[in-house]
């Protein structure tokens, strides 16, 4: 097993701005830029004149594994991982996230990256070498948070098998089942409104076919409690018998895994 490269010397500040990525004129390692062109070759020429695996580089301050989760480069980040890299490190960024009442998108770790571009091969990678499934990131999001209103069915699972929090609480003590069924109840509003224009910080987009339901019951198998109440004294189960039956078709079926779920606990 290799050792972690990141008390190796320091690479020689030949820093540049890649294509001002991303629009900011901070200062990007040449050991991002070879994440950025996914060149394998160039990152073990790199370490292997001692780059320092964990060298920060643009305004979010990215170390190369997070640059390489964010870019969603799996080839990189997965040499990165196997040459020691932080798979706990997070970026330092204080800008909005993605996603209804995600708060500041600060210290997301390479997990949040892949989460959220849907990437379940590198989140399975991270996951596989010790990344914090139940990382509290802005807003008091955990990645379940993201995978809930990505609604990937996969990633969702993938997170559960990894003892991901089913029950946990942002800073509004939502759970990802306030997240689910919110999102729910925005796809019935623009539904009955024709012309509304989509905020894609509320609902990213339509729900494929059965994976509202599908999520849904992943996470009350893992211990979602649908009579949680966030700070505003509002559970999934209020949520849901807010929505008439006849505006989603799936509501019955929700709010009959709801009951039983009840029942159980």
């Known amino acids: 097993m290799n ?39 160039e990152i073990e020429r790199l370490l292997d004149k001692g780059g320092d695996i964990e060298i920060r580089g643009g305004e979010e301050r990215y170390t190369p594994l997070v640059w390489a989760a964010h870019l969603s480069r799996t080839e990189a980040a997965d040499l990165l991982i196997r040459q020691g890299a932080d798979v706990t490190a997070t970026d330092r960024s204080r800008h909005s996230g993605v996603g209804y009442g995600a708060g500041p998108r600060r210290r ?61 609480r942002d800073e509004n003590h939502n759970t990802p089942l306030h997240r689910l069924i919110g999102m729910t109840l925005h796809e019935v509003y623009y539904a009955s409104a024709p012309g509304q224009r989509r905020d894609p910080q509320l609902v990213p987009g339509p729900t494929p076919a059965g994976a509202r339901v599908e999520i849904a019951l992943l996470l009350l198998e893992a211990g979602a409690d649908p009579h949680a109440e966030d700070l505003r004294g509002e559970s999934p189960w209020d949520m849901i018998n807010s929505i008439p039956a006849q505006e989603m078709a799936d509501t019955a079926l929700l709010k009959s895994l709801f009951e039983k779920s009840a029942k159980r606990n």
């Open 3 to 41: 050792a972690p490269r990141s008390n190796r010397v320091f690479l020689p500040a030949v820093l540049f701005m890649a294509a001002h990525v991303g629009g900011c004129s901070c200062d990007y390692a040449p050991l991002h830029e070879a994440v950025r062109t996914n060149d394998l070759q």
């Open 108 to 168: 997301w770790t390479a997990l949040e990256y892949a989460v959220s571009q849907n990437n379940n091969a590198l989140a399975g990678i991270l996951l596989k070498h010790g990344a914090d499934v139940n990382h509290r990131a802005g807003g008091g999001w955990t990645p379940l948070f993201n995978a809930v209103y990505n609604r990937n069915v996969g990633m969702v699972r993938l997170l559960l098998e990894h003892g991901a929090d089913a029950a946990a």
